[in-house]
T-cell receptor
């Protein structure tokens, strides 16, 4: 069975600084990987996902994540954060790729707090 | 186009009371999901419905029942509420299944069981 570990429960950072939110997954088979974001008092929204192809995936608001199969990681990065990026970020995994799967396994979340 | 809607937004129950959380989506999606979100535990899947007429248990189904009333609506019922069910509940939908497809979430229901 798959599992997801988000190593940091909270990440404080100043505006315009770079940030990395770490995510490691545990699976013996190939999987699909996602990052979802939850702004205060809202539901989750998809930020980006890796299904196949290029291991570097990008979102429309400047975040990127790189699938690293050897390290079983899918870390989320942004070179310069804004106050508006303050939110909780969830890494999620589904799979195995050989099956049709309808379910995601979510990590416990990382709260990104951006300070002015 | 409202996306995924949930009612009610807030609810307070006493132990042993019952209630139904309602969820509807207007995107003609096949799959629908119920999650609960607790501090430090992320989102955990309660039940899901891969298509109209089917439902399956997720990670934490005990104490809950669901009904996929039609393609649009997926309700979650607590027959006898317990304090351990105090949580924020999210409904979500996706077209081809959350495994590869984007899930769209509702705004959530904050439930407190006293």
């Amino acid at each position: 069975a798959q599992s997801v570990t988000q190593l940091d429960s909270q990440v404080p950072v100043f505006e315009e600084a770079p940030v990395e939110l770490r995510c490691n997954y545990s699976s013996s088979v190939s999987v699909y990987l996602f990052w979802y974001v939850q702004y205060p008092n809202q539901g989750l929204q998809l930020l980006l996902k890796y299904l196949s192809g290029s291991t570097l995936v990008e979102s429309i608001n400047g975040f990127e994540a790189e699938f690293n199969k050897s390290q079983t990681s899918f870390h989320l990065r942004k070179p310069s954060v804004h106050i508006s990026d303050t939110a909780e970020y969830f890494c999620a995994v589904s799979g195995p790729r050989s099956y049709n799967t309808d379910k995601l396994i979510f990590g416990t979340g990382t709260r990104l707090q951006v300070f002015p | 186009n409202a996306g995924v809607t949930q009612t009610p937004k807030f609810q307070v129950l006493k132990t042993g009371q019952s209630m139904t959380l309602q969820c509807a989506q207007d995107m003609n999606h096949n799959s629908m999901y119920w999650y609960r979100q607790d501090p430090g535990m992320g989102l955990r899947l309660i039940y899901y419905s891969a298509s109209e007429g089917t439902t399956d248990k997720g990670e934490v189904p005990n104490g809950y029942n669901v009904s996929r009333l039609n393609k649009r609506e997926f309700s979650l019922r607590l027959e006898s509420a317990a304090p351990s069910q105090t949580s924020v509940y999210f409904c979500a939908s996706s077209d081809k299944g959350a495994g590869t497809d984007t899930q769209y979430f509702g705004p959530g229901t904050r439930l407190t069981v006293l």
